[in-house]
């Protein structure tokens, strides 16, 4: 097993190993002595498959187990289902001793990490990572969130989970495309700031060593979270691919994965970024070599004119200037912010 730690306000672990889903109750009662009962959210897609590990674990160890599973998919990300949640937490009369458990993928962590962070003002939650995206991102940093019909995450709040629970034999039953999806974001940290694990992925494509790659990324993530816990700094570098990426992925109305809008993102700045001069032709098709070995898209259909209004509604755009996060090489980047203007422009030499 590897532990990461997350040095924020809170400090917390990220635990990887195989088979630790069946240590659930041995973690919650290491690092929550006081709860005596968990309130575990999953989604339909995951329930069936992982929820009964989980809640035998957890009352193996005396922790009672209030379930609750959701419909999977982005649209439980909204303010029904929110309620419905709250509604879930009264019933059972979770206290702020209690805990939260996230076992799912991105939306489930994010739903119910916003939930416990509002639940009687924040109580502790615990995250169970079950999709590569999920473990490699979203479990780890606190950022939690709901979507409005007005945009994706707009509500939401930084609330740092108890522990990460990461176990990797959970992707062995994750559906291709969606582990193609968190490829993307595994590709995101090499070109931000790893070329070997790069090279790693341009020779394996998805046949990676898991426990390395992993390990990596959530090693990378964590330097950037406890450097910059609120992403006032440099924890914007994680966006790298998701300023064009959000905007291609709200332009779908969401039928476009997030990973995929992501994989397209970041072909888009690296296009940008070479067409600009700020890094060379090589590292630009070296990042479309890579998202392609991954059967992952690099081209986007729609035109600057349709996408460029999503750049300009997304939530991490200042007053009046746009923040680029632009790849100088693979294994290094660089923020760039600009006016809408130059923004705009960067699009279209991405495109
Ligand atoms: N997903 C990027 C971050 O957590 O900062």
Not at 96 to 125: K, M, N
Not at 210 to 218: A, D, E, G, H, Q
Not at 261 to 272: D, E, F, H, Q
Request: aromatic content about 6%; overall charge negative.
């Amino acid at each position: 097993m590897k532990n990461i730690r997350i040095e924020t306000g809170k400090p917390y672990d990220v635990m990887i190993g195989s088979g630790l889903l069946d240590n659930t109750g041995s973690v919650v009662s290491n690092v929550l002595p006081k709860a005596r009962k968990a309130a575990v959210i999953t989604d339909s897609n995951v329930g069936p498959v992982y929820l009964k590990r989980v809640s035998s674990s957890l009352e193996k160890t005396g922790i009672n187990c209030a379930c609750h599973v959701i419909r999977a998919g982005e649209e439980s990300k909204s303010m029904a289902v929110y309620e419905e949640l709250l509604t879930f937490l009264a019933q059972e009369g979770i206290t702020r001793s209690d805990v939260v458990i996230a076992l799912g993928g991105g939306v489930v962590g994010d739903l119910a990490g916003f939930a416990a962070a509002t639940w009687q003002r924040g109580i502790s939650c615990i995250q169970i990572p079950t999709s590569l995206l999920a473990m490699v991102d979203s479990s780890v940093g606190g950022k939690t969130a709901i979507d409005l019909p007005a945009g994706k995450n707009l509500v939401g709040a930084f609330h740092q989970p108890s522990a990460v629970i990461c176990d990797p034999d959970t992707l062995t039953t994750l559906p291709d495309d969606i582990f193609r999806d968190g490829c993307a974001e595994v590709i995101k940290y090499g070109v931000l700031e790893d070329r070997q694990l790069f090279d790693h992925l341009l020779e394996n494509g998805t046949k990676f060593d898991r426990s390395y790659i992993l390990s990596t990324c959530v090693s990378v993530k964590a330097r950037y979270v406890s450097e910059d816990e609120r992403e006032s700094g440099v924890r914007r570098m994680l966006n790298l691919g998701h300023t064009f990426g959000h905007a291609i992925e709200a332009h779908s109305d969401f039928r476009l994965s997030h990973g995929k809008s992501v994989a397209i993102g970041l072909a888009v700045i690296a296009r940008a970024a070479a067409a600009k001069g700020v890094c060379d032709a090589a590292a630009s098709e070296a990042v479309t070599d890579c998202l392609v070995r991954f059967g992952l898209p690099d081209r986007c259909p729609d035109p600057a004119e349709e996408l460029w209004p999503y750049v300009l509604a997304d939530k991490k755009r200042r007053a009046d200037s746009v923040i680029l996060i632009v790849p100088e090489r693979i294994g290094r980047c660089r923020i760039l912010e600009v006016g809408p203007e130059q923004a705009e422009e960067w699009l279209r030499a991405g495109l």
